[in-house]
């Protein structure tokens, strides 16, 4: 059963021919992505959020059993549960993309700068004193950062998820309040690679494409900053690539981004 022909409403009739036996067969292609029609379909059927990976769990479970009926929909839907929870793993991301000893050696060198942003904002802006880094310290920095907004296509609320599957340790909410709250330096470090995976950075042809050195030249050493700073949102969209969605298969490498994100900060907080 193909995704473009899930019907809009299952019907209560079952086939008159139905095999005594369905045979257990997985298809040869596992889709990467599960169709966002599925994780809608889901959750309305168990009216919850589709913001709530938990809920997500629940709902596709109650609409599988829905589908029990159908031939076919269980296998398919069993495939695409599996899909979406390895994608909402926390764990996903650090053992595909951040766990590499390139990235070990991009937050190497930059560790001094790191470390400078994390204690400043630990600080600034807070109305009460953290050992670690709060919410509202994070998203100040990220908007001093020129990292919020239109320009990049992350929201508060983007970075909120960010925040929260950067924590590695699940604590008592009521005992340790303040580290419940709070990332560490090194949950700072893999927000940082979080972001930066997220946000559509452009290539170095994508940028020296752009800036037509007759016609459009830069105007600052930086690239990257000026492209996001003063270009139209217009040309920002243009140039942003499909892979950088949540549900998509990523096409480079997170240490090839990183340098970017570096710049761009570095240049927008001097």
Not at 64 to 87: C, K, P, Y
Request: net charge negative.
């Amino acid at each position: 059963l193909s995704n473009d022909v899930i019907p809009d409403v299952v019907p209560d009739v079952v086939p008159d021919v139905v095999p005594d036996v369905v045979p257990d067969v997985v298809p040869d292609v596992v889709p990467d992505v599960v169709p966002v029609r599925i994780q809608v379909e889901a959750s309305c059927w168990a009216n919850v959020m589709c913001t709530d990976s938990g809920n997500i769990f629940c709902a596709l479970n109650v609409f599988i059993s829905s589908m029990s009926h159908v031939h076919g929909v269980q296998d398919f839907m069993h495939l695409a549960f599996e899909s979406l929870a390895s994608v909402l793993d926390p764990n996903t991301f650090r053992e595909k993309r951040l766990y590499f000893e390139e990235m070990d050696i991009v937050f190497t060198e930059h560790c001094a700068l790191f470390q400078a942003v994390f204690d400043l904002y630990t600080k600034k802006g807070c109305k009460k004193r953290y050992a670690n880094l709060p919410m509202e310290g994070f998203l100040l920095f990220l908007e001093e950062a020129a990292l919020l907004g239109n320009a990049t296509g992350m929201s508060k609320r983007e970075y909120k998820l960010v925040f929260i599957k950067s924590q590695m340790a699940v604590v008592d909410e009521i005992k340790q309040r303040s580290r419940a709250i709070t990332l560490t330096f090194v949950d700072f470090l893999e927000a940082m690679g979080r972001t930066a995976d997220w946000i559509s950075m452009p290539t170095q042809e994508a940028l020296e494409k752009f800036y037509d050195r007759e016609l459009n030249p830069p105007t600052q050493p930086s690239l990257v900053y000026e492209f996001y700073t003063k270009c139209p949102l217009s040309d920002v969209e243009m140039l942003r690539r499909d892979s950088s969605d949540l549900m998509t298969v990523k096409t480079r490498m997170l240490w090839d981004k990183m340098p970017m994100l570096i710049e761009l900060i570095v240049e927008s907080l001097r």
